[in-house]
């Protein structure tokens, strides 16, 4: 019998159509497969893509990334205008410290003129740098130029500044707004990266000491309460003479008794029930010309008096009250919780803590010493440390973020600037030939449809 032309079925693993058994004769004629084409996508999504995928597409409705004025800004603000502007700030600082408003009030002299030319190059310098960065990255938005505090910072001064220029010369006063200069040097923090980094860290760690700030809140305000409850009005104390006694003897002395040396440094006495270390009977003697006086007050009826000597005044200061000042003008006293606090402060701050306490010796017990000093090992030594734990134990991790986050500015600025040469102008032919061998490799094949011929045997 002859042999019955079949059609030979391809391998499983193919994914073409099982043929279909045919008479003798006959061929089987198979349409060519299409598939979709994907490359008209890939090409809009590349049409599509953005020199800076960060940053916004469009600004001001119109102003696309590849505009010529946007293009421009971007690859100025990416590449040196941040060194510029870091000597520009710099440079500020300089003319800040050098101006002398006292000398030249009116600012007449040359070198005050000059310093002003510089005042107003720096401000125009700082403003066509908002004009590029807001032209590159948008106005508003998250990632345009007002996302960004500093940026923020920049606009308030560059404003205070206009406001500054606006108003010379119609009578106002601008000292309130010139002040706003003082602020230029803080541009420079986020220039450098290890500023940023510790500011950066200094506003992480608000979250975080708030709680050790809590508990030295409850702490300081235990150890006030007990300053109120022990020390109140005692620091007013002092030696005062007895109600007649100035008038029967006519002297013009103070009221009580005054070292000479100033009120910074006065005698505060210990009241009958109390037990501190000073009595009115601890006055030192009365002198005049340099020698002590010994001498009693002479009698009123004219005997005896002061023959060899002079009368030793300070020892009828023997009635110990409280006056109506505390020490140093008022400021420490422990007369109320909010005075207490600043007594406390200034404990902890190390600074004179030994005369407050030497002060509430004198008025109140030997024994006050143990009160200051679990104050300051408990506000000096233990409160401050465990700030410091709590800033160094977030300073690893923020310095860690903030270093992640650089690089990862870096690298996208760096690919940044590889895809804006990509919409630049032509370059050789060399290059233009291996930038569409590059888009060829980089599209998917799109797979021919074939027919399968039949294998007759003969």
Known sequence: PSPSSLSISPPPFLSAPSPLLLPPGREQVTEPVTEPVESVDLLSEEEEQQPYPALAPVVFFCIKQTTRPRSWCLRTVSTWFEHVSMIVIL????????????????????????????????????????????????????????????????????????????LDGHNASLSAIRTVRVLRPLRAINRVPSMRILVTLLLDTLPM??????????????????????????????????????????????????????????????????????????????????????????????????????????????????????????????????????????????????????YVMDAHSFYNFIYFIFLIIVGSFFMINLCLVVIATQFAETKQRENALMREQRARYMSNDSTLASYSEPGSCYEEMLRYDNHLCSSPPIRPGGSHSSVKDT
């Open 91 to 166: 440079l500020n600082c300089v003319t800040l410290g050098m101006y002398q408003p006292c000398e030249d009030v009116t600012c007449q002299a040359e070198w005050c003129l000059i310093l002003q030319v510089f005042d107003d190059c720096i401000f125009a310098f700082f403003a066509v740098e908002m004009v590029i960065k807001m032209v590159a990255l948008g106005i508003f938005g998250s990632k345009c130029y007002l996302g960004d505090t500093w940026n923020r910072l920049d606009f308030f001064i560059v404003m205070a500044g206009m406001m500054e220029y606006s």
């Open 209 to 358: 000491l708030g709680n050790v700030l809590l508990l030295c809140f409850f702490v300081f305000f235990i150890f006030g309460i007990v300053g109120v409850q022990l020390w109140a009005g005692l620091l007013r104390n002092r030696c005062f003479m007895g109600e007649d006694f100035r008038t029967l003897y006519n002297l013009s002395l103070s009221v009580y008794y005054q070292p000479e040396e100033s009120e910074e440094d006065p005698f505060i006495c210990s009241a009958i029930r109390e037990n501190g270390m000073l009595r009115c009977h601890d006055v030192p003697p009365y002198s005049e010309g340099g020698a002590e006086c010994s001498l009693p007050a002479p009698s009123l009826g004219g005997e005896g008096g002061a023959r060899d000597g002079c009368v030793n005044w300070n020892q009828y200061y023997n009635v110990c009250r409280p006056g109506n000042v505390n020490p140093h003008k008022g400021a420490v006293n422990f007369d109320n919780i909010a005075y207490a606090w600043i007594a406390i402060f200034q404990v902890i701050t190390l600074e004179g803590w030994v005369d407050i306490m030497y």
